[in-house]
Nanobody
Framework: QGQLAESGGGSVQAGGSLTLSCLVS????????MYWFRQPPGMERERVAL???????SYFIDDKDRFTISRDNTKNTLYLRIHNLKPEDTATYYC????????????WGRGTEVTVSS
């Protein structure tokens, strides 16, 4: 499914916004089922959002209205915009890819850390 490289994490104040990016190499992003996951410190990794090959979006967490998944096919890049950041958003955010039909094994990026202070 390609190589994935996240960026855009950092330390932010609560109430701010952040856009995470995931550059996909070797494959066309619109041929893939793309995900954002996050893993808070000491907790399990959880699925945040999905964007499939035809552009359908799904969100899997509470308070999902603060999150927007999108992609730029010309840049082969996936994004996650997070608004009104809260301390509980502190986590390592991972980009993941599966085949076009959202089945099969995940390919993972290395993650980008987001720390939200109150």
């Amino acid at each position: 499914q390609g190589q994935l490289a996240e960026s855009g994490g950092g330390s932010v104040q609560a109430g701010g916004s952040l856009t995470l990016s995931c550059l996909v190499s070797r494959f066309r992003i619109d041929d893939l089922c793309m995900y954002w996951f996050r893993q808070p410190p000491g907790m399990e990794r959880e699925r945040v959002a999905l964007l499939n090959s035809i552009g359908d979006k799904s969100y899997f967490i509470d308070d999902k209205d603060r999150f927007t998944i999108s992609r730029d096919n010309t840049k082969n890049t996936l994004y996650l915009r997070i608004h009104n950041l809260k301390p509980e958003d502190t986590a390592t955010y991972y980009c993941a890819a599966r085949g076009m039909h959202c089945t099969g094994d995940y390919d993972w990026g290395r993650g980008t850390e987001v720390t939200v202070s109150s």
